[in-house]
């Protein structure tokens, strides 16, 4: 595949990186920035044929098979428009608009043009992520009860992410976005969201968007998602998501704790250690290949599969408007402090029936609640009354 | 001390196991509970002179100086009163009641009896807690923003606990209480809490009460207390701490990941993991000596202390009527679902007025949003005027 | 139990600490230092009714019953002999002797006269070591094969142990004991331990003793006690012991990886974090309640109730006299550069003959050496033929 | 690169995953097993155009560049002869050689030949690795003291590498290889390995190899290698990395704990966990993308761009003969139980000069031994007088 890239800053750099390494078949050939500086800078960085000023040139080039959305949120949707005049495939960074409204029409434009729409949730192909969903699918973990993802650094390193006009919001629409999309594929993407309740507040910073944000979402089948996001923690990039099931656990650390420790007093030398990390001596936690581990090979691998092989990769612009619409309704719970609908005016999953629960009997008249060895070595049985509802114990000592 | 126990089931012998570990001074003499075998029982398990049937004999004894309560919850306001009628000084253990009514109750007879009542809130005991609070209360971390609690396990071990009449509720009374106290500490018990937004549902268990619930609890200074609390959690029992301040962050594991790892094929032996683990054979988490972790020698240690200090405990009846308070609160938020105000007819600690936000300025002009140094050198300031509001960056390439 | 603490210093007082906190029965009352300024500071601090420059008058202080020995190594002979002289119980700080030859001698004036001797081994008391033990003891692991003791620091407190004269060595005779007696418990006090291999170099400090050493110990039925020790590691105290045997694996963290985790930028306070701790900005990995993870408290519980109940404490003199008789053969061989044979004139234990390998039979011809599921499903059988000797494998494909 | 696979045993297909994930360029076009029904399944596995049971055909084939080598130890070299008489570039999976004699020979032939010989010592390149090397290059941990590497797990996955004819060993030689050039590569490749002491011994397995060895590796410098290894461990595949240095810690795990965990009660459905995972109910230590932490596709990124540029791979079959030479002396020194000298005939790095020892001065008359402040707050120096030797501490009271 031969790539134009529009946009050239953080993220543009990470993903070149990640398409540029490990001798991969696709290869960016054109990126566009508004500033001739930054796109001539970038073409010679990874090498590239070609750099433009103009959005339009980088889009319809011969050369160029996809185009890469690196933009600002607030320019998502005229890039989207003009892949979808130039029926070019285009694939999206996160999040897909700064709303649902946008993302809506995103959405169907891309969808008229017969275009493939690929939303680059990176955090949802992360190889940690990717074995998980394989265990939930498998029924390791038994039905999902919660699903938790929290996302939370210092701040983001350009200026538009801060400007509300810009970006869409705060910490919710930045990193929200990855959290509620995570929880969502742990939960099952046909299940409805239902509803949303959201803390919001701007704690730390100087800035008019929410710098701290804490969300549940329900879904139809009664499971939780829960999302925690903030641009005030301080110590690192931590991303974490945990999952209980009636069956079993999952937890995933993808950045702070890997399993890679290093100490240094910093008189021999210091230097680059991870994304947002906040020290270069002492206890350092570096990540080894940081592409990767958030993901970036699978995704591109996944979308640029899905375009030869004709088929719709893991995420796409439907997930992206999911998304945003649960985000519409995080902003909008933040503020009037009562749980707020998820507004999706085109779902495509189950019906919202929710899911039956199963109670365990233990004989005839009992429901079993649980039993349990307890130190002393008694065990325990904790029973219910299937009509009077009376719950006793019976007690085996050892 | 000469200590009555009232109540002799799992929490009584936990208490009994830390007062007789390591060569204490205080000591059990007296054991009262309902049941004759049962009294007689742990009598003879921990050598005391004396059992009872009878609550007032027990509390009345001459050879009793103090009064420990691990009755379920609904008998601790009538043992409560039954101490301050006979002036013995009284130790409760958590919640105080099933609800704020029974603790302000509570609360008043023992200040009119003028006996000493001290909360047993063994989690803010642990010695990891305890020396977490020193790094707060020495600013280590600044200015608190968020502090989340998490206790998780299977369910409890005896009936009493499922029966929503005699606990007063389900996870949030058990578990509940001891994340809102928690989080309370670090954020600062001077700081008013203000109200509370919960979930809470019946997701597994064929009981009335809920198995799993999630609470925000908002303070007057603007910082968030959380607290998670289920009993679906599969996989041992989690007790998590995370705190996040404005210079740091604390992060508390108590129980399940201590730096202490088994594994074994089961064809050895296996037995006594820890309480409420799940397995007994795989990868398992045993943990040293459990009664520590969960901070019952340094609470005992500082109740008796006060009493011949004639001091206060670090949790006192007052204490475990905050949360009770809070908890009231948690409950009506899980039914109407809109942030429930925290109801505190007594309220001793600061006026709420909110902590006023310290913005940095970088020069006369612009508040410091960030700095950053970025994977390929360039290091970036993110700044905001204070008059326009404009948010820029400044970027210093390599 | 009424006790007089020889020595001022470090060790001094975690051992006061330890003894005073948490309300238990036993005191010091008495201490003695070379140096008065220092006796009194100590006796100030702790609150003790006496202090003394005379080691003698200390010892045979009417209101002592135990003296504990915490003074520089190379004192610790004259010490011993002088409470067996006084017939006072006495428990001596680690390592016993700077050898095995005064070792013995301590060994044989106590036991001559009669009194309570205790090895002050205190790894061989932390709450995770004897959980462990529990283990190993109820046969959870199987045989164990291999105990590896690590134990690194960037040096000690105090100038007398860098003084190869008055310690009787470096790392291996200051860190070497502690870890020599944890593999022993594991492998089992009956097992001869045969021989010993040893690496050791001045590798960092202006010393002439080690400060970097590796040392093997093979037993008599071929398990491998492995120290590791340092004074040149970077990062804190590394405290780990990993233990592999036929059915199991124990892996323990004594002190950097306990579950509790700090950040701080250093900008709102910094202070004390835990035992040579190299950092106090960055992540920190403090420690809850030192003395108890390092096992003071139940190493005196178990010292105190072993004396009045007349029995021999879990680590006595001759633990610390066969301890010394390894760490000379490490000591020699660092030297030959070949196995050292382990000199015990002494030896209570098992004659050395080598357990019977017990190998498993797969069928009548064969023996089974491995069975695995393959990545690709495919379960593989491993096996060797009981006559020809010869390696065959079986293998379903799914 | 068009590649032809020789082999189609377990590792064959571990190489063919990583080379055909991604959508990486270099592709194999070619298999060669001695087993025609083998080399079919693999080909249509990996849809490969053509298979063969002739080696000859499988290495002179047209359409092939690179011969890839992953076949048992005692027919490496056979083929890199043949690679060589065919003049095709070659890769070679680890150990090189059954012994140094043949990895000599075999380097001798490569370069003889002209072609490209590449060692697959995936462990030098996971990204753990890669990132570890960059910090000690730059010197963020000083000088290099210690470098332990540790592969242990239940046994390896076919016969031939139970049959010490085929293999050249036992846990030595298989898992040994790995470790010894890890710690080489921390140390430094130009300093020179002196000499080996190693215990070995077959503690559990019907086997004549060894199945447990532990082995150090003294360097011209001064510095250690230890390599610790076994086919005895239990709980999965434990790969282990620590290093010292004069100014900072290394520890990576690259394996069993990499921030991904997971509890399953065994009820819903369990499966594949990752390599040499000895349970699948319990907790449970999956690994994200297991090839790429165990380095696979950065080495065929490093060997093919190597191919491409003409330049040296990171690691070559000079290396490879290297740790055949570490690996014959240990196996000496496991029999005559004393250090053995490291022959290499053929010595490409530095001469073996000791580094001098930089010892820090504290003021004119005193080295300074170490600083350090204690609980009490009290502030400690150690210093050595330089002509007298005398040490001494001078105390800070706060």
Redesign the interface.
Known sequence: MKIAMLGSG?IA?FYAGSLH??????HLVMVYSRNEKNAKRFAD?YGLPFYTTSMEEAISHPEVDVVLISLPNNLHEAAVLACASAKKHVICTKPLGRNAGEAKRMLLAVEEAGIFGGYLEDLCY???F???M??VK?????RV??AKSRE?H???????F??KEKSGGGAIIDLGCHCVEISRNFIGKNVKPMEV?C?A?T??????AED?A?G?V?YAN?A?G?FEV?W?????MDLRDEV???????????FL????????????????VA??A??T??????????A??LGY??M??DM??AIEEKREPLETFYDGYVVNAILDAAYKSAKT???EPVVLEDWRGDSPERTK?N??SYDEHH?L??E??????DA?L?L?HKET?E???RVRTV
């Open positions: 953080f750099r390494a490990q001798r991969r078949k696709d960085d992360t190889p940690k990717l074995k998980s394989e265990s498998r029924g390791d973990i038994g009860l919660w939370t210092p701040g983001p390193h350009s200026d538009w801060w400007d309740m803390w507040d704690q730390v910073h100087p800035i008019e701290h804490i549940l329900k009664g939780i829960q903030s005030t923690f301080r110590g690192g209980m099931g009636t069956e079993g656990t999952i937890w995933v650390n993808s704790r890997t399993g890679f420790e290093m100490f240094t007093t910093g008189k021999g030398g210091e230097g680059y994304e947002k906040e020290s001596t002492g206890w350092l936690f570096p990540v080894g290949d940081e990767h581990e090979p699978h591109f691998t640029f599969s402090k009562v749980w629960k109670w365990k429901y609640i649980k349990e060895v307890l130190p002393n070595g325990k904790i219910k509802g719950i006793i114990q």
